[in-house]
């Protein structure tokens, strides 16, 4: 590259709009200059892809710059202008051809400087992120942020922290994220680059939200308005005022709120596609809820869920089916609050599926570099001599040693996690359908009876409208301490979703399910949670009770007969134990 291709070409990022000035006056006054003016015109290309409205505009530039960089030979070029055409595609809503051209484009661009085999890696990972890929696009993002984490500080490090903490935004692992996004946000301070700040904040608002820092999200999101108001109008924006949207309704400035859902459908409407809609309609969707009556709130939701179904958006809909369940129930309408309440177990164990395998391709992708390293270290150190070698080997050891043993940890992490619920640390629902089935065939083998109950608290919904979501969670906290400690270690003790329970008690008939939920319904009414300045107590629930073989043979028989035993207690007036009732005879039995 000659030095004024090279200039071009790497400021790009660091200063968007000046080397784009610069590129177009090269592509006026250079013609005759074929290596510089290539160059420029991929800088013009990626800066449309990039910073602009119009990333359509990028594809008669690219075509120039291949062409011209085919016809010299430079293979860096081509493959540059080739991952500019394919994240038009991607743009353009064609993914997967897109990642197939990547895909073949991947092992030349092994060769290319960090910054420039970012395009590619970060380019495959949106081919994964738009067909719901979310592990395989955390991967490559990965990936290139082990490239691009240099002593010299990159201008894509930034790029390619905030893209990584978006995709664990969607994954609901909030932590990393928020880490992510402070990260690059500290870096920028070194750019000019005002769209990738935006985005930046973006993410960290959502991360907060996550975490249930309302303020912290809120103090963002009026930064990040701010200088909305004088950037030009992208398509991304519409997540950036979709988020703007949420946090200002959460904390109750319902004219600001109004006017970011105003900004969001406009931008929906001006660039349709992707998750465009959703956004917009989740926007919609938030608002109401804070301010329109459950009704209004309620046709919304419906709405922006339909919207996340289509386009399999789980943070959408992991917050629709939430808020869909507290509406209906607080309607009356417990039968369509169970609906949502199952729906929003399905989005959650997917979403911490994809969680849990996106850890799992970062150890992977981790083990991958430290046998590349290693490799490298191993040609190093054969021009060492004998007792240099010997120390650079025990080192490596030791560290692989380590790294082998930190993996292992982080695997039984995993494993734990897979099968526990992360707020209360009981086992979650894909624990206990795994060892129904076994724990029904040997009650059936030895004819002893058993017990499965549903628990529902009590009008727990007042303690988070009253005293806010971080106080249910405490509750919710100590409850499950108690459910654990009170049992028999037999017992499995399930947090089923919400405020609801599913307790199994082996070798129980009615009378000893009665006995047991009786004794840990007194303890949970002696139950005292410290909340600030207070303390929080006087805590019931309605159970029912189903037993083996009385009231079914098989898990969902069972599981049907304790939930409609536990509305029924719920009818009852709460704050009561039932059983089942037997099942009817057959007609003509």
Known sequence: MTEVADRLWLRHFRDPVAACTEAQHVVATAPGHAHELAWAELTIAYHHLFYTSRPAEAREWLARAQSRFESHGERRGVILAQAGSARLGILEHAALPARERLLSLLPDAQSL??????YVLNALAASYYFNEEIEEAIRYLYEALEALNAPDPSPLLPTVMSNLSAALVTVGDYVPARELAESALAGLTR???SQLVLFARSNLAEALVGLGDLEGATEVIDTMVADLAESPRRAAQNNYMSTATEVYARAGRLDSAAQCLAT?????????????????LWAEAALADASGPPERAIATLEAATTAAERSQHLPVLCKTHALLAERYASCGDFEHAYAHMQRLLIAQTQRLSHRASAKYYLLRTEHELLDAREERDRALTQRLDTERLNQELAALNLELSLKVKEIEALQQRLAEEAVHDPLTQLFNRRYLDSVMPGLIASAERRGAPLAVALVDLDRFKRINDHHGHPAGDAVLREIGRVFGNSLRPSDVVCRYGGEEFCIVLPDTDVEGARAALNGLSARLKGLNVPWRDSRLNGFTFSAGVAVLPRHGRYFPE???AADRTLYSAKAAGRDRVMVADPPSPAPGA
């Open 191 to 193: 750019f000019n680059n």
């Open 264 to 280: 969001a459908q406009a931008i929906a409407k001006e660039f349709p596609g992707g998750f465009n809609e959703v956004n917009a």
């Open 558 to 560: 069972l599981l049907a």
């Open 113 to 118: 400087p960090p910054h420039d085999r970012f």
